[in-house]
Each structure stands twice: as C-alpha cells, then as structure tokens.
C-alpha cells in the first residue's frame, strides 16, 4: 500500500501545474475518427495522427502564463517511439538521419518546460514530423515564441496547430511523409491571430510575412 501510495504522489506531482486539456469548440471538430486515424491524448494536447503519412495532422493544447514563468527545465529528453499507435504505423528517431530534414515538435519543446513529464510528452515520436531546417530552426520557432509571449501576455492561449500534406507527397525513410505546410492558430479571449508557413526553404525568415487571415480555417 505504501508503495502504490508513494506512485500515486509521483503521478500526481509530474501534473501538478498542468489541467487535462480539452478543445474548444472551434478546434474539436479537427479531432475526429473521420479525420484522424488514431486521437491522441496525451494529457498535455490532443494529436490527431493518421496511419498513412505517418504523421501527425492536428495538434492543440493550451498554454498558461503560469506554467510559462518561474523555473524551466533546461535538459533536453530523448526522443522516445510512440507506443500507444500500432507498430506498423510508428516513426523512430533514426527515421530521420541523413533525410535532410529536421525531427519538427508539433508542440514545442519549450511551450511545455514545468515538468520533466510535460516535456517528455512533447518528445514522443508522434508530435514530430520532417522540417526544412531553415523553418524549424528560424521561422516557426520565432512563431513558436509568438505563441509563449502571448500567453504570457493574455494569462491563457489556446493553439491549434495543422499539417497540410500534398495529395501524393514525398517521403523520407519509413515511408513518412513530408508536409508541404505548416498553418498555426492562436486563441485567446477576444484574440485570433494565424500564421501559415511553406515547408521549403524562403528568402523571407520575418514571420509578418506568414501571417493570414484566420477566417480562411
């Protein structure tokens, strides 16, 4: 008892500056069977993976200023399979050496620092897919710290993240395919902005740029 007390206590610790994150109205109509070939819940955010890309097709979470201030782990994780999707339809990390293409957090790494189990989940196979280098490292992660700024900002932000494929899209080992786009959407109370990014690389890394109109999602 003492023992199962004690797991208990652990669990409880690893979430206890986060809630369980539910979509919004707007953003749960992208999580479902008939969109998704598996829904992820991973506590942190909803994935909506599908078995034939090999890769994830909407993600959303919430971020809270809270969560976002104080101390942050610094410590990267590794890179760990998805177990919960069938095996046939999992990527790896060596999936990607020598593709040309960066292992690309749908959620980032660094939206999700409180706790050593928020960004683990964050490193879960399934919330990545092939970057262009260029985007990943410059453009979308200045996006990426649009979306922290802003929740600390407004106290709370709600993110919608969707990975547009083409129709017959090319593919790096493991038969994984590469998006062609990456669109996200930031919400809060009385705020939308959105943001749409090519995955190639652009002579223009300013993310004004890339900024859309969100009636268009």
Known sequence: MKKLAILFLLATLAFADYTQYKPSEEFAKYF????????????????????GYKGTKAAAYR??????????????????????????????WSDYKNSGYD????????????TTQAQRSTFLMSNITPQNPQINQRVWNKIEKRERQLALKLGSL??????NYDNNPQ???????????????????????CYQVPNHKVDDESIKKYKVNCDRF
């Not at 479902?32 to 078995?51: E, G, M, V």
């Not at 095996?87 to 790896?92: A, E, G, N, P, V």
Request: net charge positive; glycine share 4%.
């Open 32 to 51: 479902t069977t008939q969109n998704c070939s598996i829904i992820l819940d991973k506590f942190y955010y909803l994935n909506c993976y599908d078995y």
């Open 171 to 193: 593919r790096i080992k493991n038969n994984i395919a590469i998006p062609s786009s990456y669109i996200k959407i930031l919400k809060g109370d009385n705020f939308k902005e």
């Open 63 to 92: 971020l809270e200023a809270e969560n976002l201030k104080g101390k942050q782990i610094k410590k990267r994780p590794r890179f760990e399979d998805d177990t919960n999707i069938p095996k046939k339809y999992r990527t790896t």
């Open 158 to 163: 709600e993110v919608l993240n969707l990975i």
């Open 103 to 114: 292992r690309g957090h749908t959620l980032s790494n660094a939206s999700m620092r409180k």
